[in-house]
């Protein structure tokens, strides 16, 4: 068996450091070495979007990066997104929108949406479709989703004026 | 009933309460949008250990011998078990799921395969090691003979003459009786009403069509995901994503022949299941692995195991008939559905022919049903098992009728709805039900009125119905002296119920939905609770937090009659405040008699218990409008409005999120969705890229309507939402591409390819 690398990053602001094979994804890494299980595991190949995660100020599905390649890198999750003790705009978005059922795909769509509203503070109805179309929800249709994005939307835009 | 100005989002109110009805915030939310809610997978312990299992690459093959001698040598590896490991089980043993049943001995050898596989991605061993990676590559190394056998993929062809057998030893059922036929025709049922030949006579149009459907996955987005400890004082522990604790414990005592006292089961939450998480797969091997090792064991599954070892619902053939007179009236209708159960036998072809016309109120009718094992995994419970392949033929074939007598389409179902007294064919008869009103609320919807314009465009309707079951449920209350309440309950929370559940014992304490502390518990720790399916946990569990709720009021009233040193009978609890009958001076919030219960008594506890059998059917209904790609047959979903009956909405917000995911599934089955058969019986598009389900892209807005016609079996008249919002979509589609092209669809998915051949077909 090969030996064990030894990384360092930022994850959600924090300097981490961690031992992986080589083997390893980063989310293997985030969630089962340093515990990190917000991240959540739908496919393990990129197509369902439940693992979206911001490295380097772009979205990316950490099952496709091995945890090897996160040496110097920035990454958020979904821990990173609350401000401390208060939830971020679009978390209480989604709770006041009902946009979400069993909540496994939650975190990759907060997390999603966050990139897309740091890039796009006013994004239209089919901005919004075409920037989530790499995450899969499979309870609510959506519907309930795009409504809490575009309030968070207006929520941010407002909370800046 | 008639709508008002449009919104996206309707609820045709019967009845107003304070909490129920309302939209409070979850009270789960904060834990699901943070990432902290802990699901199966992220389940860890102390020297925990990750299984894998090796699945036959073959749909159907002689297991000749299994060689573990090289996976047992790789480091790292602690425990290999097969089918031999498993106890052998007594024959007839029947386990009940709640939504589905199985017979003991089929049940297990799903579990590992003992002398054959029997579909490709079925369970032949399973290896305990240190980690993920080492269990998967000792799994590659077990080494398996098979004598490779002819697989037998649908149900038509199942039930020809000289098909190959996937069950040497199985005899037809027909019509109740055992016969000595070995045959892949696991039982054939009938329901007739009338004088069907009669009815035919008295028709002036009569309609036959068939329809082919394909197996589809309910397409959770959480791979299953079990760990089990089988702790040294013999005690077994499983923690696992499960629609049923209950069920995954029975099963496991049966399927381990251990007492149920001897495993607890501790739901975590759950990733969606829409009826696939009901049986259990990977908990028993676990526990086997487990026993071996002395060490707590987790398996999760890939994406493909999912789609190759789970139970999805089945591919179909359909036939229906229907006769009617010129003025509409519905005289006969004949079907014959044959359903692939899958491995073993079972498919949902009861539930459809409980649904295939049961919108409808029919003099004269025959309901034939096959159920067929074939060389595919075993079908489970999906949303409203059953019915989608019923109501894809019916719609259509109903549609048909109404465009020859040229009358509008949903004049012609309320001519013939089903209403209260109405026999259905399988038996019961209708108490009140809400098929009229949801068929009105349609019809007043302004965008059954909404112009269509453009060239390739069209709309269509239909209707479903979807009978929901009732079934045990538990809850117990404590009370805090802060004036809120701790509820614990055992219905795992698949998408909201714990605000809906809360909510009902809220109403009846007077006090907010937030001042409710709901959780689920493990089967140690809360009464029997059934599955959470069958539409049935808003409408059970509820109504056990409704009957707990009583209980503590009861015990409260009883408290403020000590305190005041009057007579119970002389105290009332209204609008959340005990207060005297006879003296107004006498008056106690339901917070401060809280505040005073350990001076007065020590603490109070509700309980309930119920098994409630008023479950109310549910119908729904979709108007849907259709843009259909001349060139490459694309079928692009313009607008969407589902309307559906669901009693009483607790919390409507989730009653539409309800209503809104099962029409997206609806159409992804409509339109996309299949297990891409190879010849040899091998899934050919196992990941998410290639079973193509609905992306945000893909959708609309999907408008709803929540009609309110009370269960009258439900003390607030609810009747549950979860399933027959899947049936109208895949006809209704299929109606609006007809409206669009001339195009009748006879299978799914109406993908472009079956849109262009239909076209094709149409200009021979």
């Known amino acids: 068996m090969p030996g064990k690398t030894y990384v360092q990053a930022t994850i959600n602001g924090e300097h981490t450091d961690f031992l992986c094979e080589p083997r390893q994804s980063l989310l293997e890494v985030l969630r089962d070495v340093i515990g990190l299980t917000g991240t959540k595991e739908g496919c393990n190949d990129g197509n369902c979007g439940a693992c979206t995660i911001i490295l380097d100020g772009r ?100 909370a800046k004026a | 009933m008639t709508t008002t100005a449009y919104e996206p989002n309707m609820v045709l109110v019967n009845e107003t309460f304070d909490v129920v009805g309302t939209r409070p915030i979850r009270h789960d939310g904060a834990d699901k949008v943070t990432g902290r809610a802990l699901y199966g997978a992220d389940f860890d312990t102390a020297g925990l250990l990750h299984g894998k299992i090796l699945r036959s690459p073959h749909a159907h093959a002689r297991i000749k011998s299994i060689d573990t001698s090289k996976a047992e040598a790789l480091p790292g590896v602690l425990a290999i078990v097969t089918a031999k490991d498993l106890p052998t089980t007594k024959a007839g043993v029947i386990v009940d799921f709640g939504e589905g049943n199985m017979e003991l001995k089929y049940l297990r050898d799903n579990i590992l395969a003992s002398d054959k596989a029997l579909y490709k991605g079925h369970a032949i061993a399973a290896v305990a090691a240190s980690s993920p990676h080492v269990a998967e590559e000792a799994a590659a190394l077990i080494d398996v003979q098979y004598e490779v056998l002819e697989p037998v993929l649908t149900a038509p062809e199942g039930m020809k003459e000289g098909a190959p057998l996937v069950h040497e030893d199985l005899k037809t059922e027909e019509l109740g009786e055992k016969t000595d036929k070995s045959s892949n025709l696991a039982s054939h049922f009938r329901h007739t009403k009338g004088d069907l030949d009669q009815g035919f006579q008295e028709a002036d149009i009569v309609v036959e069509r068939e329809f082919n459907t394909v197996t589809v996955h309910q397409g959770y987005i959480e791979p299953h995901p079990a760990t089990a400890l089988w702790n040294q004082d013999g005690r077994l522990h499983i923690w696992c994503s499960t629609q049923g604790a209950f069920v995954v414990r029975d099963s496991c005592a049966q399927i381990l022949d251990i007492p149920v006292s001897q495993i607890r089961v501790v739901p975590m939450e759950i990733g969606g299941g829409f009826g696939g998480k009901i049986n259990v797969y990977l908990e028993p091997v676990a526990a086997l692995l487990s026993k071996k090792t002395g060490h707590a064991v987790k398996i999760v599954m890939s994406r493909a195991d999912c789609f190759e070892g789970t139970g999805p619902t089945p591919g179909s053939y359909v036939k229906v008939k229907i006769g009617a007179k010129n003025d509409g009236t519905i005289t006969a209708a004949h079907a014959y559905l044959a359903y692939e159960a899958g491995a073993y036998p079972g498919s949902p072809v009861g539930a459809g022919g409980m649904c295939v016309f049961s919108a409808y109120d029919i003099d004269n009718v025959v309901i034939d049903g096959y159920d067929v094992v074939v060389n595919k995994p075993k079908t489970a419970a999906y949303r409203a098992p059953g019915a989608p392949n019923a109501a894809f033929a019916t719609e259509q074939v109903v549609d048909e009728l109404a465009n020859k007598l040229g009358m509008d389409p949903i004049d012609l179902r309320l001519k013939n709805a089903a209403k209260e007294g109405t026999r259905r064919a399988d038996g019961p008869v209708f108490p009140r039900i809400g098929c009229v009103e949801v068929l009105e609320a349609m019809k007043s919807h302004p965008h059954y009125s909404a112009p269509l314009e453009g060239p390739n465009r069209g709309r269509g309707v239909s209707i479903g119905f979807w009978f929901n079951i009732g079934l045990a449920s538990s809850c117990s209350i404590s009370v805090n002296d802060d004036g809120t309440i701790n ?104 917070k401060d008699l809280a505040g005073r219960l350990s001076s007065t008594g020590g603490p109070i506890v509700g309980r309930a218990a119920v098994n409630p059998q008023g479950a109310g059917g549910s119908f729904a209904g979709n108007i849907v409008d259709v843009e259909v790609d001349p060139e490459t047959g694309k079928v692009e979903v313009l607008r969407f409005t589902a309307v559906q009956d669901v009693g009483k909405a607790i919390h409507p917000s989730y009653v539409e999120g309800q209503m809104q995911g099962g029409s997206a599934q609806g159409i992804g089955w409509a339109l996309n969705e299949e ?44 009747r549950g939402v979860g399933e027959a919002n899947i049936i109208p979509p895949t006809p209704a589609i299929a109606n609006a591409i007809h409206s669009a092209t001339g195009l009748r669809l006879e299978r799914l998915p109406m993908n472009p390819g079956a849109v262009t051949e239909a076209g094709w077909k149409q200009r021979k």
């Open chain 2, 487 to 590: 509820l614990v309950e055992g219905s795992t929370d698949i998408g909201g119920t714990r605000a809906s559940i809360a909510m009902q014992a809220a109403e009846v304490l007077g006090i907010a939905a937030e001042d409710v502390r709901p959780s689920v518990a493990d089967t140690d720790s809360v009464g029997y609770t059934a599955v959470t399916g069958g539409s049935r946990t808003t409408f059970a569990t509820g109504w056990a937090a409704y009957e707990a709720a009583q209980d503590v009021k009861r015990q409260m009233i009883e408290r403020a009659a000590t305190v005041w040193e009057v007579d119970a009978d002389s105290v009332e609890f209204d609008k959340g405040a005990f207060k005297s009958k006879t003296d107004p001076e006498l008056s106690m919030s339901f």
């Open chain 1, 59 to 158: 979205i990316v599905t950490p099952c496709l990066v091995l945890a090897v390649e996160a040496e110097g890198k920035e990454m958020t999750t979904i821990e990173g997104i609350a401000n401390g003790s208060t939830l971020h705009p679009i978390q209480q978005s989604f709770l006041e929108n009902a946009a979400l059922q069993c909540g496994i795909c939650t975190p990759g769509f907060i997390v999603a949406t966050k990139a897309l509203l740091d890039e796009n503070p006013n994004p239209t109805e089919y901005e919004i479709r075409f920037w989530l179309a790499n995450n899969l929800c499979r309870c609510t249709g959506y519907d309930k989703i795009i409504r809490a994005v575009q309030d968070a939307a207006t929520t941010m835009q407002e």
């Open chain 2, 675 to 718: 297990y891409y058969m190879g010849e040899q019986g091998q899934m050919t598009n196992t990941s998410l890229l290639d079973y193509r389900m609905p992306t945000s892209l893909d959708l609309p807005m999907i408008d709803t309507v929540i009609v309110e016609v009370a269960n009258p079996g439900h003390p607030f008249g609810v």
